[in-house]
C-alpha cells in the first residue's frame, strides 16, 4: 500500500477502508492490541515510505505537502462552474485550464496555488451541492466508457470496445457470483467502490480506470470458470446416456 501510494496518491484515501476490512472484528473486544497490531504496523511503514518526500516538499514549498500537488488543481478544474452539471473529459475548443484559475492566483507558487484551488474547488461544491451531485452522477459515462466514440480514432473505438466492453458481461456476471461468499470478496468490492468513487467525486477519465479494470478482471475469470463448470456438468449428463446405451 506504501509503494502504491508513492505511485498514485490518491490511493492512499482507499488505505483506511483497506485496514479496516483487514482488523479481525472477532477479537476487538477480547484483544484489542493483538487485533491492532497489523493494521498500526501498515501505518507506520506507509509513514515511513512516504516522510522522506514530505519533508523534501516542506523545504520546497515551506508547507505540508504529502506527496505531490496534483489534488487541489483536478479538484478545482474537476468541478468548475464552467461544466455546469455535465462533465467533458476534454475541454472544448478556445477554452484552456490555465484560463480557469483566478488571475489573483496566478502569482503564487505551486504548493500554495494547489491549496487555493481546493479551496475553490471545495466551495463550488458547497454553493451549489446539486450541481456537484449531477456533475458527478455525469462523470460515470466518461469513467466507464467502453462504447465508440465519434470524438475517437478507429483503433481506439476498437480497443475500447474489445477490452473492457468485451469483458464487462462476465465482470457482472461475477461481481453477482461473488455476493454468495461476499466477505472472502469484501477487499476487492471496496477498492473497486471507494477508488471509483474519489474519481467519479473529483477526475474521471477512462484511464484512471485502470487500476480497477485489473481487479475487477479477477471477477471476470470468476465468471469464466463458473460458466466452465456448468457447461461440463451439462455436456457430462448429455454424454452418459449414449455412453450408457453402449
Excluded at 3 to 17: C, D, E, H, I, N
Aim: glycine share 6%; proline share 5%.
Amino acid at each position: 500500500m506504501g509503494l502504491a501510494g508513492l505511485l498514485r496518491q490518491s490511493f492512499l484515501l482507499f488505505v483506511p477502508f483497506a485496514l479496516l476490512a483487514c482488523v479481525d472484528w472477532t477479537t476487538v473486544r477480547r484483544r484489542f492490541a493483538v487485533a491492532l497490531r497489523g493494521p498500526l504496523a501498515a501505518i507506520g511503514i506507509i509513514a515511513v515510505l512516504i516522510l522522506p518526500w514530505t519533508l523534501r516538499n516542506y523545504q520546497a514549498f515551506q508547507r505540508l505537502v504529502l506527496l505531490n500537488t496534483n489534488a487541489g488543481f483536478a479538484f478545482y478544474w474537476a468541478n468548475h462552474p464552467i461544466y455546469g452539471t455535465n462533465f467533458a473529459g476534454i475541454l472544448p475548443p478556445g477554452i484552456s485550464y490555465q484560463s480557469l484559475i483566478p488571475a489573483e492566483l496566478r502569482s503564487l507558487d505551486e504548493a500554495a496555488l494547489e491549496s487555493a484551488l481546493m479551496q475553490r474547488g471545495v466551495q463550488f461544491v458547497l454553493d451549489d451541492p446539486g450541481r456537484y451531485l449531477l456533475l458527478s452522477i455525469s462523470r460515470f459515462k466518461t469513467y466507464f466508457m467502453f462504447w465508440p466514440s465519434a470524438d475517437s480514432g478507429l483503433l481506439s473505438n476498437v480497443v475500447r470496445v474489445l477490452s473492457f466492453g468485451l469483458a464487462l458481461p462476465f465482470i457482472l456476471h461475477g461481481l453477482i457470483l461473488a455476493l454468495r461468499r461476499w466477505r472472502r470478496w469484501l477487499l476487492l468490492y471496496l477498492f473497486v467502490v471507494v477508488y471509483s468513487g474519489i474519481h467519479l467525486l473529483s477526475w474521471a477519465l477512462i484511464r484512471y480506470r485502470l487500476p480497477v479494470d485489473a481487479v475487477l478482471l479477477v471477477f471476470a475469470v470468476y465468471s469464466l470458470v463458473d460458466l466452465y463448470e456448468r457447461a461440463r456438468v451439462r455436456l457430462a449428463r448429455a454424454v452418459a446416456p449414449a455412453a450408457a446405451s453402449h
